[in-house]
């Protein structure tokens, strides 16, 4: 099945050019190193929002308008609500921290009112209108908010994101199968003298496009392996960068099973662009016929 890998001296030198030489273990290189980075990409903002969705799926906050001395009482009533199981105040000096960032000096003037803010988590089918019922009991002007309701855009746009990275991978990777076709029937075109003598001697067709498919899949995979290196540095150089995006998303970076998905791409590629050139080889040549 495999033997086309395997040709005689005499069969390599009937193609008379030399490994590496021609355009298309470039054109692979340059396609393989943007697929490896944009399939980074695209697999490193999947487990962000995966990670950022399991996050907030149970994460509420209750928040008064005016802040100030409910503030304990309500933090009771939260941590004793039925199926809650973490309720954390946060401190108004931690909140006027925060909004130092965009205000600046303005956010610690006591003119400006801060809410009373408490983030809780439920467990899995918690009654939400119970704990709203007693939350109201405390502090009647309370608002219980969903954080998925807030970072629900951000989600959906990660999502998005991530698909276009997949479809980019998907062009790409259309785009080296077009380079390739090209590259085949460009080899044809040059080596049609030797093809016809081939023929006139009594090779077939599939003995034919054996040669022509045998040099094009060493030129796919050196190239391929080439620009997966490339990457592979350019991820690495990025790492630091990559290990901080994952302190700030709970760990969400690139698992075993991305680096497993990564690390085959440069053989299916391999194997896209070998078959491509199979097919179009064979095509032209029954053409030619």
Not at 139 to 152: K, L, N
Not at 235 to 250: Q, W
Request: charged residues 15%; hydrophobic residues 55%.
């Amino acid at each position: 099945m495999l033997g086309w890998l395997f040709a005689s001296p005499a069969e390599r030198r009937l193609l008379g050019e030399a490994r590496l030489r021609g355009p298309t273990a470039w054109v692979v290189a340059i396609m393989s190193f943007s697929i490896m980075i944009i399939a980074a990409a695209g697999l490193a903002l999947a487990n962000t929002a995966g990670v950022l969705s399991n996050a907030i799926q149970a994460r509420y906050s209750v928040e008064i308008a005016g802040g100030g001395a409910s503030l304990d009482p309500l933090l009771r009533a939260v941590r004793s609500a039925p199926g809650v199981t973490v309720a954390q105040a946060v401190p108004e000096q931690e909140m006027r921290h925060t909004l130092e960032r965009w205000l600046g000096p303005a956010a610690a003037s006591s003119e400006l009112p801060v809410p009373a803010l408490v983030n809780f988590d439920v467990r899995p089918g918690a009654d939400l209108g119970a704990i709203r019922q007693r939350v109201q009991a405390v502090a009647p002007g309370a608002r219980i908010a969903a954080h998925s309701e807030a970072v629900g855009p951000l989600l959906r746009s990660l999502r998005v994101l991530q698909w276009v990275a997949f479809g980019l991978v998907l062009l790409l990777s259309a785009a080296a199968c077009a380079a390739v076709v090209l590259a085949a029937r460009g080899a044809l075109d040059t080596h049609r003298f030797t093809i016809e003598v081939m023929h006139g001697i009594g090779a077939t067709d599939l003995q034919v496009t054996n040669l022509f498919q045998r040099k094009i899949a060493i030129d796919a995979f050196a190239g391929s392996v080439a620009g997966a290196g490339a990457a592979a540095l350019v991820l690495l150089l990025l790492s630091a960068g990559a290990s901080f995006a994952g302190e700030l998303t709970g760990g969400a970076t690139l698992g075993a099973l991305d680096l497993l998905v990564l690390a085959l791409l440069p053989l299916a590629l391999t194997a896209l662009a070998t078959w491509v050139a199979r097919t179009a080889v064979l095509a032209a040549l029954r053409q030619a016929l």
